[in-house]
């Protein structure tokens, strides 16, 4: 039988607990990671440009990765 896997993206919380995007740039973000959500707020620059710089400011192995979505919770009412 064929395993079938879904993948579900959240950007504001709907569909998880916490805000998936700022734990995880929190977590493994280098330094000055917050910058770019700065800016964003300050209207400098788009929520795309936002969002790229924070992943390239991430650093974080595949394993890493996958037990931070592990321990991930979705909301109930989802």
């Not at 740039?25 to 969002?51: V, Y």
Request: proline share 3%.
């Amino acid at each position: 039988m064929k395993k079938s896997l879904k993948i579900y993206t959240d950007f504001d919380g709907t569909i998880s607990i916490n805000d998936v995007s700022d734990s995880l740039f929190s977590k493994f973000g280098r330094n000055g990671w917050h910058q770019p959500i700065d800016d964003w707020k300050a209207g400098l620059i788009s929520s795309k440009e936002c969002f790229s710089r924070c992943c390239e400011m991430t650093v974080v192995t595949e394993g890493q990765f996958n037990e931070f979505a592990d321990q991930q919770q979705i909301d109930p009412y989802f």
